[in-house]
């Protein structure tokens, strides 16, 4: 269950926005979209009633022993289906018809895709250190549809989003779009790889750990985006934004191969 405590005014219709959107995708259903059971209201305070889950995303990379885990072929197909998955998922988000009077409002944004809000659905019949199962996006407080003229918003209307999965446009252009979750999407997936490589030690919290150890020129606070913001002509205050050179490190020198594995079928599904 989720409880949305918000006082009166904006904050209030943020909450009452979640709910129209998973009302809304409830009307799509998809494996790898969490679905609204039921909601109501008691105290002033809605409440949202969904499928039990057995963790997130981030806690499975925590939980499971990679390393004790069977790696074989069978677990690569596991991953490359479920990111096949969510992929398409997310294109439902991205195009999402509405039976409402919302009609024209086809265009969606899930606005804070990171590990935590995609849930883990285990699926029991495999051993206990084997993360095998479903995996679903969740957490629409962010979500917002729009039509085709009003699918690029500025970043001064948009709340809420997490650091380390924000792509480069909403520090450099201020002006977000669909592809802004294409970003943090990818980003996931290469943490994915490096867990599903290296474990979470060696691989999930050590990247973290290379990521936050470059910062912008100047800056003494220690982020762990998978960008970089550099200004361009501080007098007409433009800045341009340049991948890490520790995600460059681990996507081009450390999975040269994998990547491609895992993406193809996104490729073909694309086709």
Known sequence: MKELIFPDGPSKLKGEEEIRALKRLNNQPHEHLIRLLACYMYDDHYHMIFPWADGNLQELWNLTDIHRAKRDPQLVRWMSSQ???????????????????????????HGDLKPQN??????????????RGVLKIADFG????????????????????TDTYKAPESEVTRVISPQYDIWSFGCILLQFVDWFMFGWDDGVDRFSEARAAESERGSSIKND?????????????QFVGKMKQSVSVV???????????????IRRCRE
């Not at 040269?256 to 079928?265: K, Q, R, Y």
């Open 142 to 161: 962010l979500t917002e549809f729009h039509n085709l003229h009003t699918v690029d918003v500025r970043i001064s209307a948009v709340l809420g989003f």
């Open 83 to 109: 990111v096949v998955g969510l992929a398409d998922a997310l294109l439902k988000i991205h195009r999402c018809e509405s039976s409402s009077n919302q009609q024209d409002k086809t265009y969606g944004r």
């Open 118 to 131: 995609i849930l883990w659905f285990k699926d029991r019949s495999f051993p206990e250190n084997d993360p």
């Open 251 to 265: 996507s081009i020198s450390r999975f040269p191969h994998i990547l491609p594995l895992l993406t193809s079928p």
């Open 225 to 237: 985006k998978f960008h970089l913001v550099e200004t361009k002509n501080a007098r007409l205050h």
